[in-house]
């Protein structure tokens, strides 16, 4: 059992930057790859970066390659999403999953899910 707790959602302008975290507990964070998947009102969850077990190995949807950071703390068991260059369409609720796996990026690999944390980018 994983327990993942989303923060560091907000309100800010096009163009800006904002860092989310999750913190993870109730098992050993080193064992799961970790992800962030987004759902937006009316749309499906989509994937939107993922990092492997160690940390040596990462992958991004295409809308955010270059702009968004994965990256992932064994010390204190968090992951981050670093976003840069904020776009309007990035507003949706942002999700944290874990995988009992090397890499995950599926909806379906995941097996645990945090409860989410709202990124609203003003125009």
């Known amino acids: 059992q994983v327990q993942l707790v989303e923060s560091g959602g907000g309100l800010v302008q096009a163009g800006g930057s904002l860092r989310l975290s999750c913190a993870a507990s109730?098992?050993?964070?080193?064992?799961?790859?970790m992800g962030w998947f987004r759902q937006a009102p009316g749309k499906e969850r989509e994937f939107v970066a993922s990092?492997?077990?160690?940390?040596?190995?990462?992958m991004y949807a295409d809308s955010v390659k270059g702009r968004f950071t994965i990256s992932r703390d064994h010390a204190v068991n968090t992951v981050f999403l670093q976003m840069n260059s904020l776009k309007p369409e990035a507003t949706a609720v942002y999700y944290c999953?874990?995988?009992?796996?090397?890499?995950?990026?599926?909806?379906?690999?995941?097996?645990?899910w945090g409860k989410g944390t709202l990124v609203t980018v003003s125009s």
């Open positions: 109730g098992s050993i964070f080193s064992t799961y790859a």
């Open positions: 999953a874990a995988a009992k796996r090397t890499t995950a990026w599926a909806y379906t690999d995941m097996d645990y």
């Open positions: 990092i492997s077990r160690s940390g040596g190995n990462t």
